[in-house]
Structures are given as structure tokens and as C-alpha cells.
T-cell receptor
Framework: DAGITQSPRHKVTETGTPVTLRCHQT?????MYWYRQDPGHGLRLIHY???????DKGEVSDGYSVSRSKTEDFLLTLESATSSQTSVYFC???????????FGNGTRLTVT | QKEVEQDPGPLSVPEGAIVSLNCTYS??????FMWYRQYSRKGPELLMY????GNKEDGRFTAQVDKSSKYISLFIRDSQPSDSATYLC??????????????FGQGTILTVHP
């Protein structure tokens, strides 16, 4: 798993509360990504980072923000959680722009 | 219509069978093609990685890419119960502005029964 740790592994939260998910990598990979996985949709890109403080939006970025202040950490924040954000969230890293990605084991988030 | 289409299955085969998994895509800019395997409650792990058209073999696994037909396949020979998982195809356009962003199929659930 390329030294990728996601925390927490499971979280239950209430609608309207802010939530932050953390991805920590020990491989010094430049590129980091947040995906969500939902039945019938596969994995969809939320946000990605191509360097410290360099981030951009993916396919399904509404309601999410990210920050990357250090190479090893990439944070995903749900500003005001909604039930539609109940999902499994995966962090991934890559060494080069065209290298395959390595994934963490996910965070299972339930918004009630 | 999704950029990448993958039959979700489920697919159930006996041990020892040859398995064929497929994806079609619509974006002709895709150049890099991957297959990931995902076990229950785990993250996807890379199985095969190919660039452009052609075949690539690794043990019991063979990946094929046909860019003219916008079609990729993964073959598993002598399938084992340990191959039971969800298989995800993924692809990217490459190039300096792609930043490694992958587009995934929705995954095919495979069960190999003894």
C-alpha cells in the first residue's frame, strides 16, 4: 500500500457537521489524490495535489476542500456534511504524472 | 454516457477457468491503461499497467489494449478462489496537464468457486 495511512478508518457523523479525513504517506510521492467509491459509480476523483500547496478540483469536488501543507499529508474536509457524502473515501499517491496510483485502505464515512 | 464502461457482473466461474474482463471507453485521448484488483474493505491494488495498444503478460494475467476499438481486456488463466475480488479498469490521458488523474470503470465482481 506504498506506506499510505488513512485516518480515521470509520466515522459516523451528523448532517451539517464539518469532517476532516487525513491521508499520510511515507513514500515522498509528489502526487496525491482523493477519490470516493460508491456502488454503480466506481471511483470518482474529488481533488488532487501535484505538490505542496498545489491542489485542484476533480470530477466531484462540490462540498469538499483539501489542503496540503507538507509532502506527506493531504487532508480532505467536508465543510458541512450531507447524507449524499456517505461513501468510502480513498487516498492515492503517485510518483510521476503518468505513473500508476497506489491506494490506501479507505475511510468509511456515514452521514446520518 | 460514462467515459469508461465496465460490466459490473457479478461473474461466477469454477476454479481453473479462464476469465475475461472487459472495458470500453469513449475518450480517444486515453493512453495509459491499468487494471486494479480490490478485495472487500481494502483499497485497490495495481495488477497491470500498459501504455498504448498491445498485450502485456504477467504470470496468469494478460492485459490487452485495442485503441482502434477503444476496448481493453484482462484475462486470468487457471483462476483460483484467491482471485475472487472486484476488478477495476482505469485509464488516463497522460501528458503534462493530466497530473495522473485516472478515470475508472465501475468494477466487475468476480467469484471463483472451488
Amino acid at each position: 500500500d506504498a506506506g499510505i495511512t488513512q485516518s480515521p478508518r470509520h466515522k459516523v457523523t451528523e448532517t451539517g457537521t464539518p469532517v476532516t479525513l487525513r491521508c499520510h504517506q511515507t513514500e515522498n510521492h509528489r502526487y496525491m489524490y482523493w477519490y470516493r467509491q460508491d456502488p454503480g459509480h466506481g471511483l470518482r476523483l474529488i481533488h488532487y495535489s501535484y505538490g505542496v500547496k498545489d491542489t485542484d478540483k476533480g470530477e466531484v469536488s462540490d462540498g469538499y476542500s483539501v489542503s496540503r501543507s507538507k509532502t506527506e499529508d493531504f487532508l480532505l474536509t467536508l465543510e458541512s456534511a450531507t447524507s449524499s457524502q456517505t461513501s468510502v473515501y480513498f487516498c492515492a499517491t503517485g510518483t510521476e504524472s503518468n505513473s500508476p496510483l497506489h491506494f490506501g485502505n479507505g475511510t468509511r464515512l456515514t452521514v446520518t | 454516457q460514462k467515459e469508461v464502461e465496465q460490466d459490473p457482473g457479478p461473474l461466477s466461474v469454477p476454479e481453473g477457468a479462464i476469465v475475461s474482463l472487459n472495458c470500453t471507453y469513449s475518450n480517444s485521448a486515453f493512453q495509459y491503461f491499468m487494471w486494479y484488483r480490490q478485495y472487500s474493505r481494502k483499497g485497490p491494488e495495481l495488477l497491470m499497467y500498459t501504455y498504448s495498444s498491445g498485450n502485456k503478460e504477467d504470470g496468469r494475467f494478460t492485459a490487452q489494449v485495442d485503441k482502434s476499438s477503444k476496448y481493453i481486456s484482462l484475462f486470468i488463466r487457471d483462476s483460483q478462489p484467491s482471485d475472487s475480488a472486484t476488478y477495476l479498469c482505469a485509464m488516463s490521458a497522460g501528458g503534462g496537464t493530466s497530473y495522473g488523474k485516472l478515470t475508472f470503470g465501475q468494477g466487475t465482481i468476480l467469484t471463483v468457486h472451488p
